[in-house]
């Protein structure tokens, strides 16, 4: 077989109606394209989200799905005639119509090679690879390992040495190669292809991640990969692994610097799951961003890492043009942080970095989880107490939900706490609809007391700082979808009311 040609696709997204629609350039498939290049394949990118941003299809009373059907983006695909297919299939939402684009795509291209990757496919890798129209699933950081495949392939050699890949064998036999190696200098790997997207569409429609931006032409960076922390509900260690790895703040800052001369950014959005892991690699960057005049803004939705922020790093974050801090504190019961979720933070840290990051003048948006097997309703009120008691811009509860690849759903599983049949690739499942069954509550309780605290928490937002609170709530949210925001505000207003 001759591989020259490739097509990566990110699917499309089914998202409860009451979610807002989302779409950022998908760096995923845009490293991938990168490393192919340089091995002198031709690469063709397809964001199904970006390009099929004004198509929504009604999937059930409570979801949608929007972005490009499986049948165009198949007609796509047998234009462009690749010799190799991967789909990024990031969410377990998005596995059904990831299987459906396979298949598509295997009608009209019987001899194509269909690669599967992602959060889902890195998880679930041997479910997946029962698919019969899936050839390949690539699991973690999928550089090295869909370039060995397309080598395999080319050169008609055995798969079983390929590091974190699942396959079928010519009997149908799944076979499982573990994920053991990781990039370790990050700086080695080739920047975003982001010329195979249309950038201007991104800006024009302007919703990233966490839909909050304070400019237009807005685009994702990651500096690091990898998590030691242990969270119990946390899906990302299949895909990253658990070693903490970085790019130099020199890297970082020289792709700031194409990402604004290039394409006239002017906010940056650093999804890293811990960019302030390392504090002195932090104020590294932020230093060098000073230094360099780089004039752009900076958020990371993703949250930065509590425990190591202080004045000192907040201002020189600030002074690089830092504007709002989403910090995940999940939970305001330090026995369910500890005990419980696992994640080495301090609520006494939490409210010392909060004090020093209104100070230094910054926009605060708050994360919490609850519903975890254990935790009591004592002890989930303090997160709710918590959250309506702090002087922030933004507060929001999430339930836990077990994902493929957590301890959570092992956790869930061993103790029969969720249905029997549970499927996380079900559209179902979020982090707004209970699924785990305890002790203490059932999923429909947790559901009507999100919903409650939800409001009672707005209101106290709404009534320590009313134009800030509706002026965010106008241009982040109601201008941005008014649709998902008028749909959850009514079923809040709803639960309110309700026994």
């Not at 020189?316 to 019961?333: D, N, P, Q, V, W």
């Amino acid at each position: 077989m001759n591989i020259t040609k490739a097509l990566l696709i990110f699917p499309p997204c089914p998202i409860p109606k009451m979610f807002p629609k989302r779409v950022q350039v998908p760096l995923g498939i845009t490293y991938l394209a990168s490393a192919l290049r340089k091995e002198h394949i031709k690469v063709s990118l397809l964001d199904s989200l970006i390009e099929g941003w004004d198509s929504v299809i009604e999937l059930d009373t409570h979801n949608i799905q929007f972005g490009l059907t499986p049948a165009e983006i198949a007609e796509r695909a047998y234009s462009l005639s690749p010799d190799i297919v991967g789909i990024s299939c990031m969410y377990s939402i998005q596995a059904k119509v990831t299987s459906e684009i396979a298949r598509e795509i295997k009608q009209r291209l019987p001899d194509v090679k269909i690669c599967s990757g992602g959060a889902h496919s890195s998880a679930m890798p041997e479910e997946v690879a029962t698919d019969k129209n899936i050839d390949f699933v690539v699991m973690g950081e999928g550089e090295a390992t869909l370039i060995d495949i397309i080598n395999a392939l080319n050169n008609n050699t055995p798969f079983e040495d390929i590091d974190g890949v699942c396959y079928r064998t010519q009997d149908g036999r799944v076979v499982l190669n573990q994920k053991t190696r990781f990039i370790e200098n990050l700086d080695n790997i080739p920047s975003p292809a982001l010329d195979l997207l249309p950038m201007e569409r991104y800006f024009e429609v302007n919703r990233p991640h966490g839909t909050i931006t304070k400019n237009r032409r807005v685009v994702p960076i990651v500096t690091s990969r990898g998590c030691p922390a242990k969270c119990v509900f946390c899906s990302i260690h299949p895909v990253w692994g658990r070693l903490y790895r970085t790019r130099s703040p020199e890297s970082v800052v020289n792709e700031i610097e194409m990402l604004v001369n290039q394409y006239r950014v002017q906010e940056i959005h650093i999804e890293d799951d811990n960019f302030t892991f390392n504090r002195k690699r932090a104020e590294k960057i932020c230093d060098l961003i000073i230094e360099r005049n780089i004039k752009v803004a900076f958020a990371a939705p993703n949250g930065l890492a509590v425990w190591a922020l202080n004045e000192q790093l907040l201002r020189k974050l600030k002074r690089a043009g830092f504007y709002r801090l989403t910090l995940a504190i999940e939970s305001g019961s330090q026995k369910t942080l500890s005990k419980i979720i696992h994640k080495p933070l301090r609520i006494e840290r939490v409210l010392e970095v909060i004090k020093s990051a209104r100070k230094v003048g910054f926009d605060i948006d708050l994360f919490f989880v609850v519903g975890f097997p254990g935790e009591t309703p004592e002890e989930m009120q303090k997160t709710f107490d918590l959250g309506k008691s702090l002087d922030v811009s933004n507060v929001k509860y999430f339930i836990a939900t077990p994902y493929p690849g957590t301890k959570l759903l092992e956790i869930a599983r061993r103790e029969k706490l969720i249905p029997q049949n549970y499927n996380p690739s079900d559209i179902g499942i979020n982090v707004l609809h209970g699924i785990i069954t305890t002790a203490y509550f059932t999923p429909e309780e947790l559901e009507k007391k999100i919903l409650k605290e939800t409001m009672r928490t707005h209101i106290a937002l709404f009534t320590r700082h009313p134009f800030r609170y509706t002026i965010g709530i106008l241009r982040n949210y109601i201008i941005k979808d008014p649709r998902a925001m008028l749909l959850f505000a009514w079923k809040t207003l709803k639960s309110k009311f309700s026994k």
